[in-house]
């Protein structure tokens, strides 16, 4: 397609339950950003990636939150042992290399994601 | 990066023009000013970016003073299906690190009245 998507759209699951979410980006885009969305509140950063490695992973909220992404195309955030706080929209988004300027990022229309 | 500041919520009526300021006292030199859009279920979309005085495009104009200690998004004509979410950003035009993570705050709610 032409845009960012992710699956699922929703997800509920229950406490302490792993999830993964899906992350597929526009094609060509070799930067991804996952963020995280709480009711009511702005965006939350969580890991960025150039290609398949991950300089920054400074947004990760706890080692329970990993993220990989391989082929340098889709990205896969992975939740552990999942707690009713991590409940919230989470978004992904892409954009042309990160190198010398900022790019536009362009967003996915998120996972929701609801821990009972 | 700067902080910035912007209304919470905005009331229009079909066919006004509406402007949001945002203030951003501590930007730096090489940073940019760019504002998203988000509409319900849905992820952020970009509208418009800019570094100084005007920048215009088909959806909106950004107003950026010389000191660019603020900024002023104008959406023409606003109908009903501009209600949504609008932010303010500020934005490295150039990251060492190669991140470009975005800082969004709480936005500005606008809701266009019939």
């Known amino acids: 397609g032409a845009g960012v998507s992710q699956s699922p759209s929703n997800k509920v699951t229950e406490k302490g339950k792993d999830v993964e979410l899906r992350c597929d980006p526009i094609s060509g885009h070799t930067a991804l950003y996952w963020y995280r969305q709480s009711l009511g509140q702005g965006l939350e950063f969580l890991i960025y990636f150039q290609g398949n490695s991950a300089p920054d992973k400074s947004g990760l909220p706890s080692d329970r939150f990993s993220a990989e992404r391989t082929g340098g195309s889709v990205s896969t955030l992975t939740i552990q042992r999942t707690q009713q706080e991590d409940s919230a929209v989470y978004l992904c988004?892409?954009?042309?290399?990160?190198?010398?300027?900022?790019?536009?990022?362009?967003f996915g229309p998120g996972t929701r994601l609801t821990v009972l | 990066l700067a902080k910035t500041t912007q209304p919470i919520s905005m009331d229009s009526y079909e066919g006004q023009e509406v402007n949001i300021t945002c203030s951003h006292n501590?930007?730096?030199?090489?940073?940019?000013i760019t504002w998203y859009q988000q509409f319900p279920s849905q992820g952020p979309r970009f509208i418009i970016q800019g570094y100084k005085t005007k920048v215009t495009n088909e959806v909106a104009s950004l107003f950026i003073p010389a000191d660019r200690k603020s900024s002023t998004l104008s959406l023409p004509r606003v109908s009903l299906s501009d209600t949504a979410v609008y932010y303010c950003?500020?934005?490295?035009?150039?990251?060492?690190?190669?991140?470009?993570?975005?800082?969004f705050g709480k936005g500005t709610k606008l809701s266009v009245i019939p």
């Open positions: 988004a892409s954009s042309l290399a990160s190198g010398r300027t900022y790019n536009e990022q362009f």
């Open positions: 501590n930007i730096a030199t090489n940073d940019y």
């Open positions: 950003l500020v934005v490295l035009a150039y990251s060492g690190a190669g991140s470009y993570q975005l800082t």
